[in-house]
C-alpha cells in the first residue's frame, strides 16, 4: 500500500476519534469500564465479520504472543490508565496530561529505522498540543494542577506513553495483519468487564438512544478508528499523523459546540487557529522524491 493511501486511511481514525465525546455523552451514566467492555465487544465481533470474508480469514488471528502483548497492552493499557487517571485527578487536566500521547508519537518516530525527525515537526506537534490545551481548558473552566492529584497525573502520562509507544512500535510489526485487531479488541472487551466488576457499579444504557450511542461507539470510534489507525502507523507518514491527532480535540469541540454542549469562545478560535497553523508547519517541506521530509 502506498503510504500517501495509508496516512489517508490513518488520517480517518483521527476523524471518528473526534465524535468519542458527543456519543459518549449520549450514552447517559454507563460507567467507563462497562462502556469500554460494550463497545470492544462491538468492535472485536465486527471485526471477526469483516476478517472472515478477507484473504486467511480468522486466521489472522493466530498471532506469536508478542504481537497479542502489543495490542491487547496497547489497547487496553491506555483505557485502564486514562479512566484511571479521571478517577484520581480533575477530567481537564487528566486530559490535557494524556495529550501529551501526538507529541510523543513525532519525538519517538525518530527512532524507527529510516525516519529523520526534523525541528517542524517539534514545533508542529507543540503548537498542536497549546490548541489543544485551550480547546480542553475552555472546556473544563481552565487548569489547576495541584500535589493532590499528582497520582491521577501519572496515570495520565502513563496513559499517553502507552498509546505513543504502541502506536510507533505497530511499524515494527507491519507483518501483523490489521485483521489480527479483532482479536485482541475482545481480548479488551474482557479485561474491561473484569475492571467493570471489580470497580464500578453496574448501570446499564437506558434507553434505546443510548443503546444506539454504544453500538455508534463500538463500530466508529472505538472500531473502524483502531483499525485505520493501525494501517496508518505500519504504512504511512508517522510524524504526520501524530501532528495531525491534535485535530480529533478541535473537530470534537466544535461537535460538542454544533449540538449545544459548549459555547463558542476566544479560546476555541485560537485553539483552532494553533492546532490548524501546527499542522501546516509540520507539512511544509514534506518528502519530495529523491530527498527526505
Known amino acids: 500500500m502506498p503510504p500517501a493511501r495509508a496516512t ?13 465525546a458527543l456519543l459518549t455523552a449520549a450514552t447517559g451514566a454507563t460507567p467507563p469500564f462497562l462502556l469500554t467492555a460494550l463497545t470492544f465487544a462491538i468492535a472485536g465481533a465486527a471485526g471477526l465479520a469483516v476478517a472472515a470474508f478477507r484473504p486467511g480469514g480468522l486466521a489472522a488471528l493466530r498471532q506469536p504472543w508478542p504481537a497479542w502483548l502489543h495490542g491487547v497492552g496497547g489497547l487496553f493499557g491506555f483505557h485502564f490508565f486514562y479512566f484511571t487517571a479521571l478517577r484520581l485527578s480533575p477530567p481537564a487536566e487528566a486530559s490535557l496530561v494524556a495529550y501529551l500521547w501526538p507529541l510523543l508519537i513525532v519525538l519517538f518516530s525518530a527512532a524507527l529505522p529510516g525516519e529523520r525527525l526534523a525541528p517542524r515537526h517539534v514545533l508542529g506537534a507543540l ?92 463500530l466508529g470510534p472505538v472500531g473502524l478508528a483502531f ?24 473537530f470534537s469541540t466544535l461537535l460538542l459546540v454544533a449540538f449545544g454542549y459548549a459555547q463558542p469562545s476566544g479560546a476555541l478560535a485560537l485553539g483552532c487557529a494553533l492546532i490548524v497553523g501546527g499542522a501546516l508547519i509540520a507539512t511544509l517541506g514534506r518528502r519530495r522524491p529523491g530527498g527526505r521530509g
Open 127 to 218: 503548537c498542536g498540543l497549546a490548541g489543544a490545551a485551550l480547546l480542553i481548558g475552555g472546556r473544563g473552566g481552565g487548569f489547576a494542577f495541584g500535589g493532590a492529584h499528582l497520582a491521577g497525573y501519572a496515570s495520565a502520562l502513563v496513559c499517553a506513553v502507552i498509546w505513543a509507544a504502541y502506536s510507533v512500535s505497530g511499524r515494527l510489526l507491519a507483518r501483523v495483519p490489521t485483521q489480527a485487531l479483532a482479536g485482541f479488541c475482545l481480548a479488551t472487551a474482557a479485561l474491561a468487564g473484569l475492571c467493570h466488576l471489580a470497580l464500578e457499579p453496574t448501570i446499564w444504557p437506558a434507553s434505546a438512544g443510548e443503546w444506539l450511542a454504544v453500538a455508534a461507539l463500538g
Open 227 to 250: 483499525f485505520a489507525w493501525d494501517v496508518g502507523m505500519k504504512r504511512g507518514d508517522v510524524r504526520l499523523l501524530g501532528v495531525a491527532a491534535y485535530a480529533a480535540p478541535l
Open 8 to 20: 489517508a486511511i490513518g488520517l480517518i481514525a483521527i476523524g471518528l476519534w473526534s465524535t468519542l
